[in-house]
């Protein structure tokens, strides 16, 4: 069963009204955000920024310190380590070690910045959504899940499947990757499926949906 505490009621779906409801509440609760907020993401889901080969970096950076790691520990040790490289041309996984003690994610870090340029221009190269995720994909430390976290954050439209989104699949339609959920809701708020994604996992995030068996 699915608790709602927007509504304090059990939730068997969600419409545009109780989407709606939802946003509104995380945006009053200074809740809106990932690493940009929900206006950035809207902005650069409708027109996709080309980035610099810095600024993509960082991007796929942010997306290996988010992933197992709450958002506060993640945007703290992600503004330690932008003051460490943002001026450098090359850095060393040793370096980024005294930051943070994951050498798998260190080296992976060391690895996308020290290649940012050839990253950036392969993933602009691209001409397709389909050829950028799987792209994506191939950069270190980046699985299918984490993908698809970087492709919304560049201007993709996808939902990232991640283990909240997960849960409210199984809670309301006894699957895991709930298409039909981001389908139905695209088609009435008219909004990129990756803003659905960013204001739900949100929504799961901070409980404002509560999941009882």
Partial sequence: MLLCTTTNSYISKIDKSLFEKIEREIIILGQNSDKDDFETIKKNLANPPVLSAEEFAFEVIYVILASGFSQKTAKRIFGEICLLIQKRNEVSPDELFQIFRNINKTNAIAKIWNNRQNYREKFYSLKTDDEKLNFLATLPHIGEITKNHIARNLGISVVKFDVWIQRLGIALYGESEPVELFENLQKET????????????????????????
């Fill in 190 to 213: 008219n909004l990129p499926i990756g803003y659905l994604d960013a204001v739900l996992w949100k929504a799961c995030q901070i409980g404002i949906f509560l999941f009882e068996n």
